[in-house]
């Protein structure tokens, strides 16, 4: 198929890893917390 000029971006957490760093949220808990922030702070952002 025909590329739409989107590149891929992948993120290699080897590194972070490697220098110890892991994370201490899941992907799901940060979603979660992200959404439930926009929700009660939404107005800020309305004009």
């Known amino acids: 198929s025909k590329q739409d000029g989107t590149p891929r971006k992948l993120l290699d957490v080897t590194r972070l ?3 110890g ?3 201490e ?3 799901e808990a940060g ?3 992200t959404y439930q922030w926009f929700l009660e ?3 800020r ?3």
């Open 21 to 23: 760093w892991y994370h």
């Open 31 to 33: 979603l979660a917390s």
């Open 45 to 47: 952002f309305r004009g």
């Open 17 to 19: 890893h490697q220098l």
């Open 41 to 43: 702070n939404q107005d």
């Open 25 to 27: 949220i899941s992907l």
